[in-house]
């Protein structure tokens, strides 16, 4: 086959597989959209919400740790640059608030210092007692779930740096509860969907039946006051979802802002390279046949 022949084929079939795409989105059409949301770090200049942040912990704190560990995350870090950025003072404050297990401290326990780890307060035995599982560690989960896009779409999250789908699934998922199984739901075969007995339908989560019920409702967290002049937070479970959604991506991705800061200069300098060859080229070969 010729080289004319070949690029035409592989054009062909580039054609066939993007009229294509929507034929396979209608296919799934079962599964849920998952709404990409307006987070203030994404894309290529996005940065982290330190107000989003602070909120999002307080919501970890008074919500989720009961149940959800976070191995990787010590009180110090909550007042790093780029983070929630809480004052020495607080975290030093906060940290005394938790006993830490400590073999060589008298009574076996000591008060917490900014260097201990955050301690989960549910122990994997007694979770999986409870919940017939364990529940998962929040220190990566963001990075760890994920939106799947379908052919072309995700071609264009190359260009856009889209890199959120963790924080909109678990947003999604918080708010994809249903009191009650719709009545069109159901399972992946066709057949209508039966929920087991202690589980809980939500739109989002494979499989749609969870164990964790849902865990947050209007006004269940109470947010500071803003100051003078500020705008009040909403306190509902559509504002808690997104902050601890945030909160989240911190956790997994605490050095996102530098990372993107020297990204950009590395292509700023690549660019600034390629333009000091171009010129030294054709300075090099000017008056030279070739």
């Keep these: 086959m010729t080289l004319t022949k070949s690029f035409f084929a592989a054009l062909a079939i580039t054609a066939s597989l ?3 795409a929507p034929a396979f989105a ?11 949301q307006p987070w203030s770090f994404a894309g290529i200049f996005g940065t982290y919400d330190q107000n989003q942040l602070q909120r999002g912990f307080q919501v970890f704190r008074e919500v989720c740790s009961g149940c959800h560990a976070a191995k990787l995350l010590t009180f110090r870090n909550l ?3 780029g983070g ?10 906060l940290a005394a608030q ?3 297990a400590d073999p060589d ?11 201990d780890a955050w301690p989960a307060q549910l122990a994997p035995a007694d979770a999986a007692a409870t919940f017939g599982a364990v529940p998962p560690d929040f220190s990566v989960l963001a990075n760890a779930r994920g939106v799947e896009d379908p052919f072309p ?3 264009f999250n190359f260009f856009t740096t889209y890199q959120e789908g963790g924080p909109d699934y678990i947003h999604a998922l918080l708010n994809g509860y249903h009191d009650e199984v719709p009545a069109d739901a159901k399972n992946a075969d066709g057949t209508p969907f039966q929920l087991p007995d202690g589980k809980h339908y939500n739109d989002v989560f494979p499989g749609h039946a969870i164990s964790m019920p849902p865990p947050l409702a209007d006004g269940q967290v ?7 002049g500020g705008t009040a937070v909403p306190q509902t479970a559509e504002q808690y979802s997104a902050d601890v959604s945030a909160f989240m991506m911190w956790l997994a991705d605490p050095h996102l802002a530098a990372r993107k800061e020297a990204g950009f200069r590395v292509i700023l300098f690549l660019i600034l390279f390629a333009g000091l060859m171009y010129f030294t080229k054709r300075k090099l070969w000017k008056g030279i046949e070739h």
């Design 98 to 100: 938790y006993d830490i």
């Design 222 to 228: 109470t947010y500071a006051e803003p100051a003078e």
């Design 84 to 93: 929630p950025h809480f004052s020495e003072g607080q975290v030093k404050e």
């Design 79 to 81: 007042s790093e640059e």
């Design 153 to 155: 779409t995700w071609l």
């Design 26 to 36: 209608q296919e799934g059409a079962a599964e849920p959209h998952i709404q990409r």
């Design 18 to 20: 993007v009229v294509a």
């Design 105 to 115: 401290a008298p009574g076996g326990t000591r008060k917490g210092i900014p260097a």
